[in-house]
């Protein structure tokens, strides 16, 4: 059975003589990721997506009709970034989109893997939570979305239904691939490495690229990995390392079904451009968990980016900075709430002859922040220290306002596996004619 990556994100591109080249024989399914939580929890709260919308549509302009005129199953995980139902409405208006266009008709699946704070706060109080924490029932009150990381089960539910497309709320990155392998009866140890290695497209070839096509093929015993775009190719350096890739153990990749266990696991080099695997081996779970990832309001921030050129002032920053945070705080006493804001000096460089700083600022309030800001940002541009030589500025600011208002800011407020019943009790799956 051949399934195909179509990248290693949705949006981020791929070469379209190598999609042409995958689907030049029969594709058994297509799938791609679309979100990751690497760009921070800002996108969850937010209901934004982190890839733009122009990207992520040129990306299905093409692979949709292909999919659908090859009758070839499309498995889309973790829409718009982050996978709440903000995230699958902004995905899904892509897809109407194209299909409007395009005069296309499909079956789609949509599964939805948002929980209510209830849900979260009744995990947690039945001792069916993992968490760090006697008092966490108030970080989850504060939550704005939480998200359940959907496994394979929802998606092979859809499978069954004979859907042509389905959109993924919150997923493993793996489920996207491990789903049809072991629906269609592939050794699961087989279908979740393999699953782990393709997520990221061609990230597992040489050149190494996010943006462009895999293709992988699952036999009984072994699997095959090789990449479309043939200036690329697949080595056993490359798919063991990806093997090892956002994992705390080289040995065992955990997911809610269980453990693939890659102890035995063999990679051979069969040509110049394929690498086969095998011997991985896959362990169920005697107790089924689900991680849910929620966010909250953390405040408002508001930077100033700057350049220091002065060799003097690089040299006296700590000081420079310890001065401008007091002044801060001695001139904010009386005009603002105590704990309303935190103060940060990111500093990078440090060459002799240049420096990066940036000052940033998260408060309660835009105001807050703001005022915040321009305190530091005026103090610091005119900070005397020992040894000064120049009485004009000592920063070079990047822009005109120095100071930019970022906006909200978010914090993971839950991140967290939860004990289930079944794998399917977070997913809302629905399925409709387009």
């Known amino acids: 059975m051949k399934?195909?990556?179509?990248?290693?994100?949705?949006?981020?591109?791929?070469?379209?003589?190598?999609?042409?080249?995958?689907?030049?024989?029969?594709?058994?399914?297509?799938?791609?990721?679309?979100?990751?939580?690497?760009?921070?929890?800002?996108?969850?709260?937010?209901?934004?997506?982190?890839?733009?919308?122009?990207?992520?549509?040129?990306?299905?302009?093409?692979?949709?009709?292909?999919?659908?005129?090859?009758?070839?199953?499309?498995?889309?995980?973790?829409?718009?970034?982050?996978?709440?139902?903000?995230?699958?409405?902004?995905?899904?208006?892509?897809?109407?989109?194209?299909?409007?266009?395009?005069?296309?008709?499909?079956?789609?699946?949509?599964?939805?893997?948002?929980?209510?704070?209830?849900?979260?706060?009744?995990?947690?109080?039945?001792?069916?939570?993992?968490?760090?924490?006697?008092?966490?029932?108030?970080?989850?009150?504060?939550?704005?979305?939480?998200?359940?990381?959907?496994?394979?089960?929802?998606?092979?539910?859809?499978?069954?239904?004979?859907?042509?497309?389905?959109?993924?709320?919150?997923?493993?990155?793996?489920?996207?691939?491990?789903?049809?392998?072991?629906?269609?009866?592939?050794?699961?140890?087989?279908?979740?490495?393999?699953?782990?290695?393709?997520?990221?497209?061609?990230?597992?070839?040489?050149p190494v690229a996010a943006a462009d096509v895999m293709q992988a093929y699952i036999y009984d015993d072994y699997f095959e990995l090789r990449p479309a775009n043939p200036i690329r190719k697949c080595t056993v350096d490359r798919v063991a390392a990806h093997t090892l890739y956002e994992q705390s153990n080289p040995y065992l990749i955990f997911e809610p079904d269980g453990v693939c266990d890659l102890t035995n696991s063999k990679f051979e080099q069969v040509d110049e451009r394929t690498v086969r695997v095998s011997g991985s081996v896959f362990h169920e779970a005697e107790e089924k968990t689900l991680k849910l990832e929620g966010v909250k309001i953390a405040g408002y921030r508001t930077i100033c980016p700057a350049t220091i050129y002065d060799p003097k002032t690089i040299e006296n920053i700590d000081i420079i900075i310890n001065t401008v945070t007091e002044f801060v705080k001695e001139n904010t006493k009386d005009s603002l709430p105590k704990d309303s804001y935190k103060i940060f000096f990111k500093t990078s460089g440090g060459k002799e002859s240049s420096m990066g700083i940036m000052i940033d600022v998260v408060a309660k309030t835009q105001a807050f922040a703001d005022t915040v800001c321009a305190l530091a940002r005026s103090r610091m541009l005119h900070c005397d220290y020992e040894g000064r030589k120049s009485s004009a500025g000592n920063l070079a600011f990047l822009f005109s306002p120095s100071d930019i208002h970022v906006g909200e800011v978010y914090e993971f407020s839950v991140f967290h596996l939860v004990k289930v019943d079944s794998l399917l009790e977070t997913a809302k799956i629905i399925v409709e004619e387009i």
């Open 3 to 206: 399934i195909v990556a179509l990248n290693g994100l949705l949006g981020y591109g791929y070469s379209e003589e190598a999609l042409n080249v995958a689907f030049s024989e029969k594709v058994d399914y297509l799938g791609v990721d679309a979100g990751s939580t690497d760009p921070g929890p800002y996108y969850l709260g937010s209901g934004k997506s982190f890839t733009d919308r122009g990207a992520v549509k040129r990306d299905l302009m093409l692979a949709l009709p292909k999919a659908l005129e090859h009758k070839t199953p499309f498995i889309i995980g973790t829409a718009g970034g982050a996978g709440s139902s903000e995230h699958v409405a902004w995905l899904k208006e892509i897809l109407l989109e194209i299909a409007k266009e395009k005069s296309l008709n499909f079956k789609l699946g949509t599964v939805l893997s948002d929980v209510s704070i209830d849900y979260a706060i009744e995990k947690f109080n039945d001792g069916k939570m993992i968490a760090m924490s006697e008092e966490f029932t108030a970080e989850i009150k504060e939550s704005k979305r939480i998200v359940s990381q959907i496994g394979v089960a929802p998606i092979i539910k859809l499978l069954e239904q004979k859907v042509d497309v389905i959109l993924c709320g919150r997923a493993c990155d793996t489920a996207i691939y491990a789903a049809p392998c072991v629906y269609e009866g592939y050794d699961e140890g087989l279908a979740f490495h393999m699953a782990k290695i393709m997520e990221c497209g061609a990230m597992c070839s040489e």
